[in-house]
């Protein structure tokens, strides 16, 4: 009995240890960005009480697709809890490794920056995905667009030294990572912002 309580204890803390260095992989320029754009999550948080407060979705289009820029951040511990790959649209690609452009044209297929509210489930091409409803000037045509939070089989789990497969401008996400994020989604009461940002 001893013997269960003392792994029980050592795995605890192996996985706390691990929860609180995901925010310490991010170079000091990430952190930065990701603070700054927290403080923005929250500002529109303030606006109405149907926004939850204690969870958000970031993602960071300045690192690398292959590997893990999206973060499920912990608003009341201010940390990361968990995080994964993220493609971008094809249209947002330039040509130019690192770089990217951003569009909310329809048709543009690529990836808008801004805050999204994180809105009904419904099922479609990839299954279960989520209608984003773009809360910004330069996603404000997400509906119209029909940028959706979904999964797709050709998205991996792993960070990867390469670039990953490209979305017609969604958020798009591995399926063992979909399944972790749906969980805190549809047991949310309240709407989850998505912060996307370069």
């Given at each position: 009995?001893?013997l269960?309580?003392?792994?029980?204890f050592?795995?605890?803390?192996?996985?706390?240890t691990?929860?609180n260095?995901?925010?310490?992989?991010?170079s000091t320029?990430?952190?930065e960005?990701l603070?700054?754009q927290?403080?923005?999550?929250?500002?529109?948080?303030?606006?109405?009480?149907s926004y939850?407060?204690?969870?958000?979705?970031?993602?960071?289009m300045k690192i690398?697709s292959?590997?893990n820029?999206f973060?499920?951040?912990?608003?009341?511990n201010?940390?990361?809890?968990?995080q994964?790959?993220?493609?971008?649209g094809?249209?947002?690609?330039?040509?130019i490794n690192?770089e990217?452009?951003?569009?909310n044209?329809p048709?543009?297929?690529a990836?808008?920056l801004?805050r999204y509210?994180?809105?009904?489930?419904y099922?479609?091409?990839f299954?279960?995905a989520?209608k984003l409803?773009?809360?910004?000037?330069t996603?404000?045509?997400?509906?119209?667009?029909?940028?959706?939070?979904h999964?797709?089989?050709a998205?991996?789990e792993?960070?990867?030294?390469?670039?990953?497969?490209?979305?017609?401008?969604c958020p798009?996400?591995s399926?063992?990572?979909?399944k972790?994020?749906?969980?805190i989604?549809?047991s949310?009461?309240?709407?989850i912002?998505?912060?996307?940002?370069?």
């Amino acid at each position: 009995m001893k013997l269960f309580y003392l792994i029980l204890f050592v795995t605890a803390g192996f996985f706390n240890t691990s929860k609180n260095n995901f925010k310490e992989n991010l170079s000091t320029a990430e952190v930065e960005r990701l603070n700054l754009q927290i403080e923005e999550v929250k500002e529109k948080i303030e606006e109405g009480p149907s926004y939850n407060t204690k969870i958000a979705f970031l993602v960071d289009m300045k690192i690398k697709s292959g590997k893990n820029r999206f973060f499920v951040y912990d608003l009341v511990n201010d940390e990361i809890i968990d995080q994964g790959l993220v493609a971008h649209g094809a249209g947002s690609e330039t040509g130019i490794n690192g770089e990217l452009k951003f569009s909310n044209v329809p048709d543009s297929k690529a990836t808008s920056l801004g805050r999204y509210s994180i809105e009904k489930c419904y099922k479609g091409m990839f299954g279960k995905a989520y209608k984003l409803a773009g809360l910004d000037e330069t996603n404000s045509n997400a509906l119209k667009r029909a940028i959706v939070l979904h999964k797709y089989s050709a998205v991996p789990e792993s960070e990867q030294d390469h670039y990953i497969s490209r979305s017609q401008g969604c958020p798009m996400v591995s399926e063992a990572f979909f399944k972790r994020i749906e969980k805190i989604i549809d047991s949310s009461k309240s709407k989850i912002i998505l912060n996307i940002y370069y």
